[in-house]
């Protein structure tokens, strides 16, 4: 990583420190992503998130099995409007566009993983609009990958998207984490898949949202 590396944007820092490249399980998708030299610790201590799980830098098992039941199931988002929550890298945006959507919308909240996400869109000629207001989107399908990793994420998270699958489809994918709430999904597919985009394959599953009483969350 350059010398002035921390003071980089996180658009600059990306371009410059990450490698942009295939993924192994959908090599018709290409992120950035970073390297043993790239210094991301380094990067991310001066923000005081040095033990914060980079999850926008890596394709998560969630967001990969995402784009491959999309990869198989196409028809789910071709032709529709789709919101991407909690977008991370933007990977299952840009799955959701080779798929066929029409319109994709991300809700992600932290900078650096906005940063990446416009950056990989751009990578593989995809457009993908933040989301910026305080309600979601009236989108045909909501999909959600790794928003189940923490108690208190979930805690926050299964109320909001519980209550918009009374009138839209939510598709999960998670690598059946321990906080996932699985009394409030319904298992359509497993893979195997890397997490965090390397290593040996974990068991991950596509979930369908059911609407109703949230009263046994996490």
């Not at 820092?13 to 192994?24: M, V």
């Not at 906005?114 to 457009?127: D, F, H, P, Q, S």
């Not at 309600?135 to 918009?164: E, K, M, Q």
């Not at 298992?187 to 609407?211: E, H, I, Q, S, T």
Request: a negative charge; charged letters at 15%; glycine letters at 10%.
């Amino acid at each position: 990583m350059p010398a002035s590396g921390v003071s980089l944007t996180p658009e600059e820092y990306i371009r410059q420190c990450f490698t942009l490249a295939p993924l192994p399980f959908r090599p018709d998708i290409s992120l950035y992503r970073p390297t043993p030299q790239s210094g991301l610790i380094g990067w991310l201590a001066p923000q005081g998130r040095a033990d914060d799980p980079p999850y926008w830098a890596y394709a998560w098992a969630g967001g990969a099995v995402l784009a491959l039941y999309l990869q198989d199931h196409p028809e789910i988002v071709a032709g529709k409007t789709v919101l991407d929550f909690g977008a991370g890298s933007g990977l299952v945006g840009i799955a959701t566009a080779r798929a066929g959507a029409t319109k994709i919308w991300a809700i992600e909240p932290d900078p650096n993983a906005r940063a990446a996400m416009v950056l990989n869109a751009e990578a593989n000629g995809i457009t993908i609009a933040s989301w910026t207001e305080p309600n979601l989107p009236d989108v045909d399908i909501i999909l959600a990958g790794d928003v189940f990793y923490d108690t208190s994420v979930t805690r926050h998270t299964l109320p909001i998207l519980a209550a918009a699958a009374e009138k839209t489809k939510i598709l999960v994918g998670d690598p059946f984490r321990r906080d996932l709430p699985l009394d409030h999904l319904y298992l359509l597919a497993k893979y195997n898949v890397p997490d965090m985009g390397g290593g040996a394959p974990v068991r991950a599953g596509v979930f369908a949202l059911r609407p109703g009483n949230i009263g046994n969350a996490p």
